[in-house]
């Protein structure tokens, strides 16, 4: 497992492979190992390798920096995360822009629940503040199963990370650099509280200093890690607004707190929504109903599925994954539990929603009707 890992992290290390074309290479070669076992005339042969490339790869002088890294999770207790591995968050890997491997110190697991992330602006006004915190508040009275995700920047998105905290909901604090420091420092504490109950999560190794491009690059960690997006607070440049425009480009549902026509730090926000480019939120109860979170009666009488005189295997064994998450699983994450291609469940799933057997709800969740 330690040479796999050293392949894992190594892999990211090369100068000029980004995820995309590691994950191409990976898939051309059938293995990440088989990526530094090549032969490098062979290596050059491969689509967007070429001689430059297929020369760094066969150094594998990036393989002592992983030795290194290793060392350094072991002794943390770091957790891992290579994108073909289940442990990997699903909705990520929706993103084709995804990072290949994830570092993560907490509790919290990465696919399980609804996340939610909270984005705005680093100087946040009283206004933003308290809506910030209400609604964090009322989504932990409301939602059972609930992790609220953001960045750990001064503030909106500390903000988000205290009132989690103070309302006992799991957070994740992305990074834009390693675990090795906390970035800005003054907001350790709440680091460490955060890992009582959710965690810390990057794409970058320790020694990496926390570099404005660093900050931009993980903006897509969280825009592809949520189910739905707020921005509470904005100006009209920023980088809530990059997460924003990430968000919809990930098919993620965005909505934006207004504020007034003449106030600077809500223009990004008005903006967001004058161009249909986020939903207006005003509260939590506006997020839970948009995104149909709410809670169902149990008396509510509901179509039973054994009620189908016919039903396949695959309807079956559908059904059954979907029973045991009463919340719903996202399409992704189903594709992988059933190692079914998402173009054939895809079809399969629709075929089922017009005959009532399960229903499709926002951000490619899909519930059983029970």
């Known amino acids: 497992m330690e040479d796999l890992l050293k392949y894992q992290i190594g892999i ?35 689509p967007g390798i070429g001689e430059v490339l297929s020369n760094e790869i066969a150094s594998q ?13 072991q002794k943390n207790k770091i957790q891992t995360h290579f994108f073909t591995s289940k442990s990997y968050p699903f909705r990520l890997k929706e993103c084709p822009d995804s990072p290949i ?22 100087k946040a006004t009283e206004y933003g503040k308290d809506i910030c915190k209400q609604m964090v508040s009322d989504f932990s009275k409301k939602l059972p199963d609930i992790t609220i995700v953001s960045g ?28 090795d420091r906390i970035y800005p420092g003054m907001h350790r504490s709440t680091a460490v509280k955060m890992l009582k109950n959710g965690g810390l999560l990057t794409e970058f190794m320790s020694e990496t200093n926390p570099d404005r491009p660093n900050f931009v690059q993980r903006n897509r960690i969280i825009a592809g890690m949520c189910d739905a997006l707020i921005v509470v ?44 480019k986020a939903s207006l939120a005003e509260s939590a109860d506006d997020i839970i109903r948009l995104m149909n979170w709410e809670v169902s009666d149990v008396k509510t009488r509901e ?63 899909y519930k059983v009707v029970k």
């Not at 190992?33 to 490098?40: D, L, M, T």
């Not at 920096?65 to 290793?70: G, H, N, P, V």
């Not at 695959?314 to 059954?320: G, R």
């Open 303 to 365: 179509i039973q599925a054994s009620l189908f005189e016919e039903l396949t295997e695959n309807d079956k064994e559908i059904i059954s994954i979907l029973r045991k998450n009463a919340d719903g699983v996202n399409v992704n994450e189903l594709a992988i539990l059933l190692n079914k291609p998402y173009s054939k469940l895809s079809s399969k799933l629709l075929e089922m929603e017009f005959k009532g057997l399960v229903k499709c709800l926002p951000g490619g969740m």
């Open 152 to 179: 750990l920047a001064y503030g909106i998105d500390v903000c988000a990370h205290k009132a989690s905290c103070s309302s006992n909901l799991p957070t994740i604090g992305v990074l834009g650099h390693g675990l």
């Open 12 to 46: 990211t290390l090369i100068k000029g492979i980004g995820p995309n074309l590691a994950k191409n290479l990976i898939a051309y070669l059938g293995s990440v190992e088989a990526v530094f076992k090549e032969k490098k005339q062979h290596l050059a042969k491969i």
């Open 101 to 122: 491997m994830l570092y993560y110190k907490g509790n919290r697991n990465l696919n399980e629940g609804k996340f939610i992330g909270i984005v705005g602006t680093r």
């Open 233 to 276: 607070e904005s100006g009209k440049k920023g980088g809530a607004l990059i997460t924003a425009d990430l968000a919809n480009d990930y098919n993620r549902d965005v909505f934006a707190v207004p504020g007034r026509t003449n106030d600077g730090f809500s223009a990004g926000c008005n903006m967001l929504i004058k161009y249909n």
């Open 61 to 73: 002088d990036v393989l002592h920096r992983a030795e290194k890294e290793i060392e350094f999770i």
